[in-house]
């Protein structure tokens, strides 16, 4: 005679759930599921009759790039590989150095000279369109994108200046100067705008410090060299702002360039005489040479 998990397990295959089988064996709902672990065999289950459905396994297919294609037949060989490479890097070292098997030097100054030939140019514009299409890439949006970084200002994410406030004594009351006017101190501050009215897109780190708060903008610099090989997507007063940035960001890199050159001066020349020091270093400079010079 079978046993009473032996006739369960039937039931359970034709579909009985573990509380029906229970009161048809006169078990526990427990017994059922101990006999469902230790007793019943693990072959595959009717998922059908239980109700139990697989979800089909979605298999994702990467969409390999399309390579540029060169339709102009006005270029040469070697124009044709500049114009492909060109739309990879857009370098246009790089893109000529690879198109010409030349070096670094040759490609540098000949690069930006292929960039300015009529035809390399047009069909390098018409490859930029194509590809932009390809990729359904709205390009105004990334242009856009560029412009937010490159036009930046830090006033929009802070504020900073200067204040005066009380001078108070150890009793908590207001210093009193020789004329009893109240004496006032001067102090920089900083202060963040909130987070609702700022771009956040632009911002790349912000982070407390023993120093105070550092905010961290996008690369600057970056999108004003992407912007310079996009100013056909410009209007003029966009090409008016990019011009303006360029000219500070090199005014700004000239002014860094002269003040490291000036401290990197030999201490005590003729072209220092301690002009560019602080009073701390100028101090310990004049020691060193009384060291120097001592007998």
Same mark, same amino acid.
């Not at 310079?228 to 007063?237: I, V």
């Given at each position: 005679m079978?046993?009473?998990? !032996?006739l369960?397990?039937?039931?359970?295959?034709?579909?009985? *759930?573990?509380? $029906? /089988? %229970?009161?048809?064996?006169?078990v526990?709902?427990?017994t059922?599921?101990?006999?469902?672990?230790?007793?019943?065999?693990?072959?595959?289950?009717?998922?059908?009759?239980?109700?139990?459905?697989?979800?089909?396994k979605r298999?994702?297919?990467k969409?390999?790039?399309?390579?540029?294609?060169?339709?102009s037949?006005?270029?040469?060989?070697?124009?044709?590989?500049f114009?492909?490479?060109?739309?990879?890097?857009?370098?246009?070292?790089?893109?000529?150095?690879?198109?010409?098997?030349?070096?670094?030097t040759?490609?540098m100054?000949?690069?930006?000279?292929?960039l300015?030939?009529t035809?390399?140019s047009?069909?390098?514009?018409?490859?930029?369109?194509?590809?932009a299409? !390809?990729?359904?890439?709205?390009?105004?949006?990334?242009?856009? *994108?560029y412009? $937010? /970084? %490159?036009?930046?200002?830090?006033?929009?994410?802070?504020?900073?200046?200067r204040?005066e406030?009380?001078?108070?004594?150890?009793?908590?009351?207001?210093?009193?100067?020789a004329n009893?006017?109240?004496?006032m101190?001067?102090?920089?501050?900083?202060?963040?705008?909130?987070s609702?009215?700022?771009?956040?897109?632009?911002?790349?780190?912000?982070?407390?410090?023993r120093?105070?708060?550092?905010v961290?903008l996008?690369?600057?610099?970056?999108?004003?060299?992407?912007l310079?090989?996009?100013?056909?997507?410009?209007?003029?007063?966009e090409?008016k702002?990019l011009?303006a940035e360029q000219?500070?960001?090199d005014?700004?890199s000239?002014?860094?360039?002269?003040?490291?050159?000036?401290?990197?001066?030999?201490?005590g020349?003729?072209?220092? *005489?301690y002009?560019?020091m602080?009073?701390?270093?100028r101090?310990?400079a004049i020691?060193r040479?009384?060291?120097?010079?001592?007998?």
């Open positions: 079978a046993e009473k998990y !032996e369960a397990e039937k039931d359970y295959r034709a579909g009985m *759930k573990y509380k $029906d /089988i %229970a009161a048809k064996y006169d526990s709902l427990n059922v599921k101990s006999w469902k672990q230790r007793k019943w065999s693990n072959k595959d289950e009717d998922t059908t009759k239980k109700g139990v459905h697989t979800k089909p298999v994702h297919t969409k390999e790039p399309k390579e540029p294609v060169v339709e037949d006005e270029l040469t060989d070697k124009q044709r590989l114009c492909i490479y060109y739309i990879k890097y857009f370098n246009a070292t790089k893109a000529y150095q690879r198109a010409y098997e030349c070096a670094y040759t490609a100054t000949n690069g930006h000279g292929l300015r030939n035809k390399v047009k069909e390098i514009d018409r490859m930029k369109a194509e590809h299409t !390809e990729l359904k890439l709205d390009v105004r949006d990334i242009i856009q *994108k412009i $937010d /970084i %490159a036009f930046a200002d830090i006033t929009d994410y802070l504020k900073f200046g204040e406030e009380i001078l108070y004594n150890e009793q908590g009351e207001p210093e009193l100067d009893s006017n109240v004496k101190q001067a102090f920089n501050y900083v202060h963040l705008n909130d609702s009215e700022i771009d956040g897109t632009i911002v790349t780190e912000v982070k407390q410090g120093d105070g708060i550092t961290k996008a690369d600057k610099m970056k999108a004003l060299e992407m310079a090989k996009y100013t056909d997507l410009l209007n003029d007063n090409l702002q011009k000219i500070k960001y005014n700004e000239k002014r860094v360039g002269i003040a490291q050159q000036k401290k990197d001066m030999v201490v020349s003729e072209e220092n *005489k002009a560019y602080t009073a701390e270093e101090k310990a020691e040479l009384k060291g120097m010079t001592a007998k």
